[in-house]
């Protein structure tokens, strides 16, 4: 795959798993104030939006996928008791604000790429 030639994709995949790392492995005592993972969390789905932006995927593909993640990890978290852990629809809330604020400076940036900038049949970018 293309996408994983790319120093833009082997970041993006690189983040995906130290996330799951982050999300997945058993919690000890997190310390700090009382919600304070609210802005890992956001920064952690802020970060994946902005990579995948840089990563050149369309971002409405990106945005659903990341919400997709984010809903799926917080059912894990509070499926699977081994993990010592609990999904908490607060989390959800954080990873979407995050998300939407790393689309929202990926914008800025000028990273975004809707479906004009989608690449030809050959795999050829318009842009080069």
Known sequence: MRLFRTLPGLALTLLVGASLVLFLAPLGDPGGPEDSDKVAHLGIFATLALAGCWARLPVLRLGLGLAVY???VEVVQGTVTVL?????????????VGIGVGL???AVLGLVRGR?????????SPRG
């Open 70 to 72: 984010a809903a799926l």
């Open 84 to 96: 010592g852990r609990a999904g908490d629809v607060r989390d959800l809330a954080a990873d979407l």
């Open 104 to 106: 929202a400076v990926a």
């Open 116 to 124: 004009s900038d989608a690449e030809e049949p050959s795999g050829i």
